[in-house]
């Protein structure tokens, strides 16, 4: 193990620790300067070395965090001594006495929670800041400074380690708290049918507790067209097929009407856990990128400098992240069409798309055939599930780099046109095939066995690669960290087991959880009328995966950052987009892809060869009939998201009333009188 010389900080808040990772190109000198820099800015920093390996602990004591905490408007609960009451307040470190759980008899430990503490402990550590000349110095061994931020005079010393050529830095992330994550993992096990979100919160915060607070309420909300699905389901008459069913209509305008009732009461819900959670106004707390450059200016508003670049160079950006995922779109259209010829789906020979080399595999009597009595037919869907969650991963490097090209200033900014990028890309690559099927081709039985492939595809695809294989890789590295423990053992220099667990966990993104909840949302709602089984089906899974996330997060990947959000971010608008969509989707299947429409006016259809097609001079009417069903939905969910608002009257009595009482105690002698914040040696926090 090795160690920079320096004086030792005062004692740090336990429970709270980060982890740099040092790449091979890092030489001593550079590990000793970034080491010594932390140190000098009051931060516990120890250095870990395990073989090839070096790790650098990074924590903190008491009086930085709370320096952070009141630079970021953290809320926390004041105690008022005239009035024997408690009011949310922003932290104020000069009054920390004043706070719940801030006198000199409480421990100082327990003041901030688990999350807070390492978000806490992680913007502190990039608000370290240090000379860019001093750091291409000290930095030796061929490296140097990624030219963003070469030109700079100063920048944060993580930005600086994490932007050399090669990077200094691989991995920077927070370390499990052994103690709260057993705490959390028995909470996880209590609760049968929902996740403790608010568990999830303390160790998590508000990103992580959002995701899953998302999740309860969609296992919860889709209860109802489950069950109503299938009842449909296990009523039919014997014989019927999706096509000739009278209730699916109207159990897609039921399915419909929840999508729509699903997100106006989702922002009402998220609203309130903001509220709840004191982070309604974390977004005037905005992230700055490092890796965001332009040109030096002073600021119209604050009258400091700031790093500036117009809007019209990032439109030319734009279109070349446009021009760069063309290839990816051609490349998942080519696939499609091989998937669409191997299931038959394409039958006009002078179709640009039909290939007969393909096609006869399901011809009667073929490998892919419908009478095939092994259930051939599923095959090529099925591969082509796999084929596109190849192409998903090729398209996320793609996705990151136009992402990085585009120079958004901060790091919301960067997420939302990131998330964008991917979900248009995804949701194509999965919907483009059925939307073929269902508008193309007019076809709702060939929709249906299409939808059952890829829905069972998909879902089989994430148990096994969400579940199973993580499980399976974590055990065999974990497994494999323990041997060679044992072996470091023998040795005076053994490092700590824990850090090195964590190291050889993969990296949690969110993205690909919401992306495939959302996904499945699309698939309950863009085609209701061709599966009314999804949304039950949809409801198991559901459980599973809520259940399977939380012991990924905890066991299976390195502890994820904490940040504190306002929301779910950009996937309410994409929801709502998707919500629109199947609107017209549903009325068309019903309208003109399905004989739906036939059993509620018979008299606008003729039977001919045992099939039935629009009476002669009815096209006009059944049209009509389309077009009003489309826009009376259409209206309806308008007027429900203008007239239902996106705070209930609690939320936003409650938000007010905050903020009057935090103006009156703004006002108070209490809060205006001369506080003493207490020292990290008068404190009870412990190393």
Not at 438 to 443: E, G, H, Q, V
Request: aromatic share 12%.
């Amino acid at each position: 193990m090795t160690e920079a010389t320096c004086e030792e900080p005062p004692a740090a808040v336990s429970g709270a620790e980060y982890a740099l990772s040092f790449s091979h190109a890092a030489g001593e000198d550079a590990r000793a300067l970034v080491q010594a820099k932390l140190r000098a800015a009051g931060f516990l920093a120890l250095m870990d070395q395990f073989q090839e390996e070096h790790i650098l602990r990074v924590r903190a004591p008491f009086s930085i965090l709370a320096q952070e905490a009141e630079k970021t408007f953290l809320i926390k609960e004041y105690k008022m001594a005239d009035e024997n009451t408690v009011e949310k307040m922003p932290f104020s470190y000069e009054r920390l006495s004043g706070f719940v759980g801030g006198s000199r008899k409480d421990n100082l430990d327990h003041f901030f929670t688990p999350a807070e503490k390492i978000n806490l402990l992680r913007l502190a550590i990039q608000d370290v800041q240090v000379s860019t000349s001093e750091f291409s110095a000290g930095a030796s061994g061929g490296i140097r400074l990624d030219k963003r931020v070469a030109k700079r005079k100063s920048a944060g010393l993580l930005s600086l380690c994490q932007h050399t050529v090669p990077p200094l830095v691989e991995e920077f992330y927070p370390l499990h708290d052994i103690a709260a994550r057993d705490q959390l993992w028995s909470a996880v096990k209590r609760s049968v049918l929902l996740t403790p979100v608010q568990h999830i919160r303390q160790y998590f915060g508000e990103e992580v507790a959002f995701y899953f607070g998302w999740m309860n309420f969609f296992s919860v909300t889709l209860l109802l067209p489950g069950l109503l699905g299938l009842t449909l389901y296990l009523t039919r008459p014997k014989g019927m097929d999706v096509d000739h069913s009278w209730k699916l209509p109207i159990f897609a305008i039921v399915v419909v009407t929840w999508a729509v009732l699903f997100i106006i009461f989702w922002r009402r819900k998220q609203s309130s856990l903001a509220c709840k959670w004191n982070t309604s106004d974390v977004e005037r707390v905005a992230e700055v990128r490092p890796e965001f450059f332009g040109t030096v200016r002073r600021s119209p508003v604050t009258d400091l400098e700031e790093v500036y670049y117009p809007s019209y160079k990032r439109m030319g950006r734009y279109c070349v992240s446009g021009i760069a995922t063309v290839p990816m779109l051609l490349v998942a259209v080519f696939f499609m069409c091989i998937s669409l010829n191997l299931n038959g789906y394409i039958k006009d020979h002078h179709s640009p798309l039909y290939v007969a080399t393909l096609c006869r595999f399901a011809e009667p009597g073929g490998i892919f055939a419908q009478d095939n009595p092994y259930y051939g037919w599923i095959v090529p869907t099925l591969l082509h599930s796999i084929v596109i969650f190849v192409l998903n991963s090729i398209y996320r490097h793609v996705a990151t780099w136009c992402t990085d090209f585009e120079n958004h200033r901060t790091t919301s900014q960067w997420n939302k046109s990131f998330i964008t990028k991917r979900f248009l890309f995804e949701a194509f690559d999965c919907y483009i095939p059925l939307f073929y099927i269902a508008f193309y081709r007019l076809d709702i039985n060939s929709l249906r066995s299409e939808l059952i492939g890829l829905f069972w595809g998909d879902e089989m695809r994430r148990l096994v690669t969400e579940i199973f294989l993580p499980l399976g890789a974590s055990n065999i590295k974990r497994r494999r960290v323990e041997l060679e423990l044992e072996e470091a053992s023998k040795k005076s220099d053994q490092p700590r087991s824990d850090i090195y667990r964590d190291a050889i966990l993969d990296e949690y993104e969110q993205f690909d959880d919401y992306l495939e909840m959302v996904i499945q949302f699309g698939y309950i709602t863009l085609f209701a009328s061709a599966m009314p089984l999804c949304s039950i089906i949809s409801l198991v899974f559901l459980y599973i995966e809520t259940k399977a996330d939380s012991m990924k997060l905890l066991f299976c990947y390195k502890r994820p950052h904490s940040v504190r959000v306002s929301d779910i971010g950009v996937w309410v608008g994409v929801m709502e987009a998707m919500t629109t969509v199947s609107i017209l989707s549903n009325v068309m299947l019903i309208g003109f892809s399905s004989e739906q429409l036939e059993t509620w006016f018979p008299q606008l259809y003729e039977l001919r060869e045992n099939d039935h097609f629009i009476r002669e001079g009815s096209g006009r009417y059944v049209v009509a009939i389309v077009f009003i069903l489309e826009h009376v939905l259409l209206i309806v969910s308008a007027l429900a998201r203008q007239l239902v608002s996106t705070q209930s009257e609690q939320v936003s009595n409650a938000l007010l009333r905050m903020s009057h009482r935090q103006a009156i105690v703004l006002r108070s002698h209490q809060w205006n009188s001369k506080h003493q914040p207490i020292s990290p040696d008068d404190s009870n926090s412990t190393e």
